[in-house]
């Protein structure tokens, strides 16, 4: 079971690797550690000076990215718990980069990392979520009306490595 702590716990993992990664490619990096709504890390370009940020997601097991529905596009239950999906939501940020971290449990050494951009978690999201739900006749199995959504590794394997969405990035050779 995981609990608070553990969560903040590897949250912060995720955000110290994700600096200490970019640092290797040439970016100066910066976790913030929660206390930034929207984004986890600022990072610089060594010999530009651009700077960006980054959202991160980290996990040990289970779904890289949990959320509502409801944040990603229009979504309405009626009555009887019959789910409607809807156009997706503009949003404010779409090309803020997301770095998924999966942690193995052998600590660091094996982490996996995810680069994509918000638009793209967004429409995986609504797509994932879409299709469960059609396959279910738009009612969660056993009747509820939850609106949670999740992507796995599975959902995101094309982001793998990406690092070249990265402003200025230039390969730099094995991050190992």
């Known amino acids: 079971m995981a609990s608070g702590v553990s969560n903040k716990l590897t949250g912060q993992v995720g955000e110290h690797l994700v600096s200490a990664v970019l640092g290797t490619l040439g970016y100066y990096a ?3 550690s929660g206390n930034v709504p929207g984004f986890d890390v600022t990072a610089v370009h060594s010999e530009t000076l651009n700077s960006f940020p980054i959202q991160v997601k980290t ?3 289970g779904a890289l990215v949990q959320s509502t529905i409801d944040k990603w596009c229009s979504h309405s239950v009626d009555e ?3 789910q409607t999906v809807g156009n997706l939501i ?3 940020h779409p090309n803020l980069i997301w770095i998924l971290v999966r942690l193995s449990d052998s600590g660091t050494s094996r982490a996996r990392f995810f680069i994509c951009k918000e638009s793209d978690i967004q429409k995986k999201i609504v ?4 299709a469960f739900m059609e396959k279910h006749g738009y009612r969660r199995p056993g009747g509820g009306a939850s609106p949670q959504a999740i992507l796995n590794i599975n959902d995101i394997a094309e982001f793998e490595d990406n690092w070249e969405l990265l402003p200025d990035y230039e390969a730099t050779g094995d991050l190992a």
């Not at 797509?127 to 879409?130: D, G, H, N, Q, V």
């Open 30 to 32: 910066s976790p913030y």
């Open 59 to 61: 996990s040990t097991k």
């Open 80 to 82: 009887d718990n019959r």
């Open 90 to 92: 503009l949003r404010k």
């Open 127 to 130: 797509a994932r979520y879409s």
